[in-house]
């Protein structure tokens, strides 16, 4: 369920007036030449003020900032014939003032809803009726009830109050407060009394969504050829109030007693198992589900389907089962062995049972995201589905994700909850965590476990170290905006930190920390002191000395993540850390509070001597610089890594001696260094040099040593990481050689697989894809073979279904690329005719090197409104694709604004980040004098993206010269420039 480009918001700075008085009595007093001279001298004065405060710009600044002088400006003065930006809001809020009162407490929800889905249903299709019984709590004396309620029509003359002795209370009115809060109100005539329990009653209706699939929605599906609906809900985070009146904050936990009623054709699904039954008339039933734990109201879910489901039970005794549509039911086999087996796997982690007497998982035929709701998981179909007999190792991977997260919801997040979204990190952190947990239990052939984590940290500091993504892993501030905390911040960089912090600890005494933290918490909610103090109730009972809290502050307050810079003189080794943003011209959001931007940070460390990467030594930075000294066996001529296992969430710079040392062995004998070391080193080394912090010829004498790696890792990071590089040289001749040079490193790999089209392995298809994207002939070959099978009419199953789905893409558009026009044209011709394809197909079509081709597939977008979708898979397919883009929105601007309306200039902004030369920098000033009406958060947007183009400039002024040389001293190859190709992208 996953950010707004960041920019400066000016700071206003007020004057005070000083007020001198004058008296008749001992007053100054002047001539009237004098006073006429001095108001003349102070209308000047006033008249160079605001000629000042007009035309001279603010300056951003941080507190710690003693000059108010600008060092860029945020966008130039009215009547320049530029765009004037607007100012963003602020990212970081002031508390949210939207929580419900503390007056009352929640103890239990009767729930009954009635849903109409079907046609026959007629004017009442897609509406519901419910009935709500709630019983609370009076903890402070009041007068007035609060729940939140969104889009329902309570039916005011329902509304009934009680004691729990039966004696009334009544009710003078209701008042809605809808915007932001969806807050709803019954004064009572007396006041309510503390320590006395009261149940209020009502009836209400509303609308089932049909596109959103949030609250309650139906589904609109194909079953053998048959159309169906179902119903189902997402309540999370703030959706529960759609569907009924609550309390709907995560801490403000009740149980719940769901009751559905529903055509006897379909099957009702809750949170507990189904109690009773009773059949009405008209082939309606009413399905009573048992009483629910305690829980949030995000959790409750419900779901009425025509599903057919499978089960077993678990060791422990847990009924289990697995549903979908009866068309795909056989593909349901694998989710149910891998939950049942997870299930009881972490309870035996964990120490505490699985509380719920039942778990189903169901596969909806939506565009969900996946739920963990107590007992009653939902997930898309390709998410929990997986059929051996078509289904590749990549789709099992993908599966087995989803289900070990969202099993793993189960106790963090279901038993122990965050107390507010601004500690949703607790939930999504760990629970992202332990994905890379529970699939080495599962599936320990597989070796998951290392590379999982370092791929997580690495897609984490790519995300946080620009400013406009950054944000700290706590939002104090957070109100209703909540989708915007479901983020890479949240998920992702938040699991890194907790692998961090599992490193400090140890594995044993971190996992004894998080069974402290759920026992202490059950069924209660929680915040980021309380999970930090868990496991510093364990680390000392351990004999640790060292505060978690105090370590992990700066990390989860403060957006962004250091670099460290090692500097060593003979075995005195001094480490400096300062904030990394990729781009130089990158500055951190002035409006999110920080400690300095200094962090806490563990330096595990280990020599050319030891290579001990494991329980090697350990040395800290306390929100500064640190200095040690190596063991004297360390010679200095050996190289030093810091982070070993590269599991702290920092990168390391070293000396330009220390990196060539680094290179050298990793051409000697690599498998010294593990491959999360290998990985990081190439992806520091290309970061780095994005951010001109590091020469360019470092990350690609790392590179040298790939044409023996095997391990997918490594080539991933240094495709990956290298994508800044490959922008900015690939409309030069650099990058010619720059292909000869990946060609050589890929061959030998290449060759040496035998490739199995059924079970293609990450690291199969790692290779096969750079092989094919830079044109390695022998690749180009195998596609256009394997493209000539999947277009015979002789196409089956057996020789087609099985080819994993992305290996099956990437034939197709290399084959496309280095084809004739006719496979080009063959496509284009199903892509107008096939509708439920058509978004695959573009896909393979924008993967031409043709620019006419290309801009027939543009312009074939703007005629059927499929323009966005075309222009964002065309613009991403590389240099040349992305030139042809560009000078096409320019020409087409006018007309894309006549169907996009200002949404248009997002597209512009795009190109930015790729464009490095002057003459893009005149293209981009031009377009915005021609467009100087231009709305002021796109003016925001241009002005941001104009400091990332000077950025690519300085970039190739510095280091493009030095990657030419050596990459053609190293290939040995002669420019030919009829071999040049469109850049890269993966």
């Keep these: 369920m996953c950010e707004k480009q960041n920019d400066i918001k000016h700071k206003e700075t007020r004057f005070s007036e000083s007020d001198d008085s004058v008296s008749d009595n001992g007053g100054l007093i002047i001539s009237k030449p004098v006073a006429v001279g001095l108001a003349f001298l102070l209308v000047l004065i006033v008249i160079a003020a605001v000629l000042i405060t007009y035309f001279l710009p603010t300056c951003p600044h941080s507190v710690n900032q003693k000059s108010s002088m600008c060092e860029t400006e945020t966008g130039p003065p009215p009547g320049s014939g530029f765009p004037i930006p607007t100012q963003e809001e602020s990212s970081e809020q002031p508390p949210f003032d939207g929580r419900l009162p503390t007056t009352l407490k929640p103890i239990t929800y009767r729930v009954k809803i009635r849903p109409y889905i079907d046609d026959q249903d007629g004017d009442k299709q897609f509406t519901f009726e419910g009935e709500l019984s709630f019983t609370f709590e009076c903890v402070e004396v009041t007068n007035r009830i609060t729940l939140h309620a969104n889009g329902l029509h309570i039916l005011f003359d329902t509304v009934r109050l009680r004691t729990s002795d039966s004696h009334s209370v009544a009710i003078l009115d209701m008042t809605y407060k809808r915007e932001n809060y969806h807050f709803v109100t019954f004064k009572t005539e007396s006041p309510l009394q503390i320590n006395t329990t009261y149940t209020i009653t009502l009836a209400y209706n509303a609308s089932i969504q049909t596109i959103s699939k949030q609250g309650i929605y139906s589904v609109n599906y194909t079953d053998n050829g048959n159309q169906r609906y179902l119903l189902a809900t997402q309540l999370q985070p703030n959706y529960a109030r759609q569907v009924f009146p609550c309390m709907d904050e995560p801490s403000l936990k009740a149980t719940f007693n769901i009751a559905v009623t529903h055509r006897k054709t379909r099957q009702a699904f809750g949170n507990m198992g189904v109690i009773r039954t009773d059949f009405l008339e008209d082939g309606w039933v009413t399905s009573y589900f048992n009483t629910s734990v305690v829980m949030s109201t995000y959790l409750v879910a419900i779901v009425v389907a025509d599903f057919e489901c499978i089960g077993q039970v678990t060791d422990k005794g847990i009924e289990f089962r697995v549903c979908c549509t009866p068309e795909k039911v056989g593909t349901l086999p694998y989710s149910l062995d891998i939950g ?23 596969a909806i035929p939506a565009l969900i995201p996946a739920m963990e709701n107590w007992g009653l998981v939902l997930y898309q179909e390709e998410n929990m589905l997986y059929n051996e007999s078509v289904d590749s190792l990549v789709d099992k991977i993908g599966v087995s994700m989803f289900v070990v997260h969202e099993t793993a919801h189960q106790w963090f997040g279901n038993i122990v909850t965050c107390s507010w979204w601004s500690n949703l990190w607790l939930n999504e952190g760990l629970a992202r965590y332990l994905e890379g947990v529970g699939i080495n239990f599962i599936h320990k052939e597989w070796e998951f476990l290392e590379r999982h984590f370092v791929k997580e940290i690495d897609q984490a500091k790519d995300w946080d170290s620009k400013s ?70 364990k680390a000392r009972e351990h004999g640790f000395s060292i505060d978690i809290a105090e370590i992990m502050e700066p990390w989860v307050r403060q957006a962004g993540h250091p670099f460290i810079t090692v500097t060593r003189q003979g075995n005195q080794v001094h480490i400096d850390q300062k904030l990394f943003l990729q781009y130089k011209k990158d500055k951190p959001n002035d409006k999110l509070s920080h400690m300095g931007y200094k962090w806490n940070i563990p330096l595990t460390y280990t020599s050319e001597e030891e290579l001990d990467f494991d329980n090697g030594r350990t040395e800290w930075m306390h929100m500064g610089p640190a200095e040690f000294q190596l063991p004297p066996d ?30 050298q062995q990793l051409k000697t004998n690599h498998s010294v260094i593990p491959v999360s070391n290998r ?27 790939l044409e023996k790696e095997t391990d997918y890792y490594p080539w991933s990071c240094a495709m990956r990481s290298s994508l800044y590089m490959q922008d900015m040289i690939g409309n030069t001749p650099t990058y010619w050689y720059l292909k000869q040079f990946l060609k050589k490193l890929v061959r030998p790999m290449f060759n040496s697989i035998t490739l199995d089209v059924t079970s293609i392995t990450q690291f199969q298809y790692q290779i096969y894809e750079i092989a094919c994207t830079i044109g390695l002939p022998e690749c180009v070959r195998h596609a256009s073979s394997i493209f000539s099978q999947l277009s015979s009419e002789e196409d089956s199953a057996e020789n087609n279904h099985r080819i994993y789905k992305g290996y099956k893409k990437l034939m197709l558009c290399t084959a496309i690329r280095y084809g004739a026009a006719e496979e080009w044209n063959l496509f284009f011709q199903r892509a107008q005719e096939e509708e439920e394809n058509k978004y695959q197909l573009y896909e393979i079509l924008a993967c031409s090197r043709d620019p006419s081709a290309l801009q027939r597939l543009l312009e074939y977008g703007i005629d059927v409104d499929d323009f966005h979708y075309i222009f964002l898979l065309v613009s991403g397919r590389g240099n040349l694709a992305h030139s042809t883009a560009r000078d096409f929105l320019f020409e087409n601007f006018n007309k894309l604004y006549e169907r996009m309306n200002t949404s248009a200039y997002s597209l512009t902004w795009l190109f930015a980040e790729n464009l490095n030369t002057r003459q893009h920098l005149a293209q981009l000033e031009s377009f915005a004098r021609s467009h100087s009406d231009m709305p002021g958060s796109d003016a925001r947007e241009y002005y941001t993206n104009i400091e990332f183009l000077k950025t690519n400039i300085e970039w190739m002024d510095q280091y493009h010269q030095d990657i030419h040389d050596w990459l053609k001293e190293v290939t040995g190859h002669s420019y030919n420039a009829t071999g040049r190709s469109h850049n890269m992208q993966f």
């Design 468 to 537: 406009r993504n950054s944000k700290p892993v706590i939002r104090p501030g957070i109100g209703w905006n909540l989708e915007n905390m479901f983020d890479l911040i949240t998920y992702t960089k938040s699991s890194s930190l907790v692998k961090m912090i599992e490193r400090i600890l140890g594995y044993d005494v971190f996992f004894d920390g998080l069974r402290h933290y759920l026992h202490k918490h059950k069924y209660s909610s929680v915040t980021t002191s309380d999970f930090f103090e868990a496991l510093n109730e």
């Design 340 to 362: 049942t087996r997870l299930l009881s796997h972490f309870e035996d982690l964990f120490q505490m049972p699985y509380i719920l007497p039942k778990m189903d998982m169901l």
């Design 634 to 663: 360390v010679s200095e001529d050996h190289w030093l890594i810091v982070n070993t296992r590269a599991y702290g969430f920092y990168l390391v710079n070293y000396d330009l001696d220390n990196w060539e040392k680094l290179a």
């Design 679 to 705: 990985g990081a080193l190439i992806n520091d080394a290309f970061l780095l040099n994005k951010a001109q912090l590091q020469s360019g010829l470092v990350g690609l004498k790392l590179m040298e040593y």
